[in-house]
């Protein structure tokens, strides 16, 4: 059965620098991959997804994504952080269709120092 | 990408009632799905609600507890029957296929405590 993994439920970067939330999924399928981001007191957003095709993937508000297949990941990064990317983000997984149901990862809490 | 509203947005209920979320979507879509994430949780997958059918019960999620219902392309409800604390979560409705992209879409949630 497939199933995600985050490694850091919390991650702290100062403004302006790097961010890195890591991604690993198990799957004995090519997968589909998503990220969403959750803002306090809202519901899910999109950030991007990897279907086919190209491995690096972009989305919105300057995140992106690499998937490697060699090494099961699809972390995300974004080269610079802003205050306004506190939140939670979530990495998930979808096996048979994009349509299908959606297996989630645990979860990385992102802080933003000023 | 689909716009989707639940009703209630949050509710405070009393342990053993029942309450009822609605799922309305603005177009028509194939698939249906009602997640459950308590807090601190992530996401968790109840079931999914197929048009014309039962809906498909993730492994310890049951019918009597969680029944849900799929009238049409656009609606869907979600009953929690005889609530306790342990209920208390954000209930969310998510929805894909026929949105025009491969994706999944989530409504808002829906906040609940249970006294």
């Known amino acids: 059965a497939q199933s995600v993994t985050q490694l850091g439920s919390h991650v702290s970067v100062s403004e302006g620098a790097l961010v890195l939330l890591r991604c690993n999924y198990s799957?004995?399928?090519?997968?589909?991959l998503f990220w969403y981001v959750q803002y306090p007191n809202q519901g899910l957003q999109l950030l991007l997804k990897?279907?086919?095709?190209?491995?690096l993937v972009k989305g919105i508000n300057g995140f992106e994504a690499e998937f490697k297949k060699s090494e099961t990941s699809f972390h995300l990064t974004k080269p610079s952080a802003h205050m306004s990317d506190a939140a939670e983000y979530f990495c998930?997984?979808?096996?048979?269709?994009?349509?299908?149901?959606?297996?989630f990862g645990p979860g990385t809490s992102l802080s933003v120092i000023p | 990408s689909a716009v989707i509203s639940q009703k209630p947005s949050r509710d405070i209920c009393q342990r053993g009632t029942s309450l009822t979320i609605q799922c309305q979507v603005d177009?028509?879509?194939?698939?249906m799905f009602w997640y459950r994430q308590q807090p601190g949780q992530s996401l968790t997958l109840i079931a999914t609600?197929?048009?014309?059918?039962?809906?498909?019960?993730e492994s310890g999620f049951v019918i009597d507890k969680f029944p849900i219902s799929r009238p049409n392309l656009t609606f869907s409800t979600l009953t929690v029957s005889n609530m306790s604390p342990e209920d208390s979560s954000i209930y969310l409705c998510?929805?894909?296929?026929?949105?025009?992209?491969?994706?999944?879409?989530f409504g808002p949630g829906t906040r609940l405590l249970v006294l």
């Open positions: 998930a997984v979808s096996v048979e269709t994009s349509y299908d149901k959606v297996i």
């Open positions: 609600a197929n048009q014309g059918s039962e809906a498909t019960y």
């Open positions: 177009s028509q879509v194939t698939m």
């Open positions: 990897y279907t086919t095709g190209a491995t």
């Open positions: 998510s929805v894909s296929g026929g949105t025009g992209e491969e994706t999944q879409y």
């Open positions: 799957s004995s399928v090519p997968p589909y």
